[in-house]
């Protein structure tokens, strides 16, 4: 995933992208970046790695050096981010957050017509940014260019470009990722997170449209390439990628999740003594189960964070699983002899979740129940880097479904197991409660996933769900 920030104003905004940029920190944990205009001192950019130190840490000494009045900043979990590129189009900082399906075409096309070249990452990848830039670099305008480049990528791709005239924004062709506009007396900024603008004298201004195209003065924020009326923003954003103060759509992570767990328990008959969120993103969800449910919510497990960081950061899974386990510290008071029902944001390959639950039993649990805010993940997401899995194969639906159905599983049987009122479902379901050791497993059903939402459905992603595009 990655997130970005940007403003530009009649002053230095330096500090408005440090601390913008930095609330964009759950986003990312490996690359991080700021580039700077001055009318003077011209572009600066300073790149960190920040795997092993928060992007606050890293990024200390440079915002002193830094001068501007217009600057963006990224936080990436790939690629190293934000570029400075010179072109026949001038010099440009770019940023973007998606994911580009269609590399070797896009390559080959850029090849064909220019004797370009691309660094080359670990692994044989082409920076995604580099390529984005490459495309667009391929028109005469910076706004040909940009358009080129959301017409031409298969997946999604979503941008800032500073410029020396302005900063461009341009959400992905289908708005699967956000942009959200702040405005404050002397300029504008854009986030990929909403609420990473407040605590800046920054108030809400409004949200660029799938596709729209946008360039922001201190002045105004000007509409280059209006929005399409077609949108799949990615519903898992209100799940779990998103920061509880952030909106998307008009709806508010925080009042999602609170749904979400209203609408689990609706259809729950579990009587457990306590419910519990897997902090963090699970939390929300359990606050709205108990509230509806009236069973008391409890923290048998508190989260440490002072030097901790995400779970997910190393690349060996096992040393993630480690770290999961490492910064949840038990409550025994809390949990021995309790029946508990603890609510995750998701079941992705099933290990964490299940060294958890036998950590509750280990302390004295008396049973762990598991109800996961989503329903069960059947396909590997295509449109943004969801997370380092390299096979659907890692997710447990499929391979529970790999052990029933063998390894060629049909379109349509893929399907029925969706379906959460077919019979091969339900006994997917169960197979997996064994293996995971819990005592119930109730996943969250798509169509109340949606309610919890509560816009349109046509304009929600569930492609990692059902298959659906």
């Known amino acids: 995933m990655g997130g970005f920030f940007g403003a530009v104003t009649k002053e230095n905004c330096v500090f408005d992208v440090f601390y913008g940029t930095d609330y964009h920190s759950h986003l990312g ?43 963006i900043g990224c936080i990436s979990d790939y690629e190293a981010q934000p570029l400075l590129i010179r072109s026949k189009l001038g010099t440009y900082g770019i940023t973007t957050v998606g994911k580009i399906n269609n590399e070797e075409e896009i390559l080959e096309k850029v090849f064909s017509n220019s004797h370009l070249h691309f660094f080359e990452m670990s692994g044989g990848e082409v920076n995604a940014t580099e390529l984005v830039a490459a495309i667009i670099n391929q028109k005469d305008s910076l706004l040909e260019g940009i358009k080129y480049a959301q017409e031409l990528i298969d997946g999604s791709m979503t941008m800032l470009l500073l410029t020396k005239d302005g900063i461009y924004a341009a959400r992905d062709r289908l708005g699967r990722t956000p942009i959200s506009i702040g405005k404050r007396e002397d300029g504008y900024c854009a986030a990929f997170e909403s609420f990473s603008y407040l605590n800046l004298g920054y108030s809400h201004y409004r949200e660029l449209g799938p596709a729209e195209i946008a360039l922001i003065t201190p002045e105004g924020v000007e509409t280059l390439s209006a929005p399409q009326k ?15 103060a952030s909106s998307y759509e008009g709806v508010g992570v925080e009042e999602m999740r609170y749904n979400c767990g209203r609408l689990l328990a609706q259809r729950d008959d579990a009587q457990p003594d306590l419910v519990a969120g897997v902090p963090d993103s699970g939390i929300a ?17 508190i ?21 999961a386990k490492m910064k949840l510290l038990p409550v025994e008071s809390l949990i021995k002899d309790k029946s508990l029902l603890l609510i995750d944001d998701s079941i ?3 290990t964490q979740l299940r060294e958890t639950t036998e950590y509750l039993f280990n302390s004295g649990a008396r049973e762990v129940h598991i109800r996961p805010a989503c329903p069960p993940l059947l396909y590997g997401c295509k449109y943004l880097n969801f997370s380092r899995s390299n096979s659907e194969m890692d997710l447990i639906t499929r391979r529970v479904i790999a052990e029933r159905e063998g390894d060629n599983v049909s379109e349509e049987v893929l399907q029925d197991y969706a379906d ?50």
């Open 303 to 323: 989260k440490y964070t002072p030097t901790w960081p995400r779970s997910f950061m190393p690349p060996n899974q096992s040393m993630r699983n480690r770290i």
């Open 29 to 71: 944990t490996r690359r991080a970046g700021m580039v700077i205009y001055d009318g003077e001192k011209g572009f600066q950019r300073s790149i960190h790695n920040i795997q092993n130190s928060p992007f606050r840490t890293k990024f200390a000494d440079d915002v002193n050096t830094m001068v501007g009045s217009m600057g």
């Open 230 to 244: 077609k949108m799949k923003i990615c519903s898992f954003l209100w799940v779990y990628y998103g920061y509880p």
């Open 348 to 350: 992705v390959r099933g």
């Open 420 to 469: 959460p009122e077919s019979k091969n479902y339900c006994e997917m379901i169960e197979e997996i409660r064994k293996q995971l050791k819990f005592t119930s497993l109730r996943y969250h059903r798509l169509d109340d996933m949606l309610e919890s939402i509560g816009i349109d459905p046509c304009c929600l992603c569930t492609y990692c769900w059902n298959g659906k595009e």
């Open 285 to 301: 969800h359990a606050v709205g189960y108990s509230n509806y449910s009236k069973i008391p919510f409890a923290r048998p497990f």
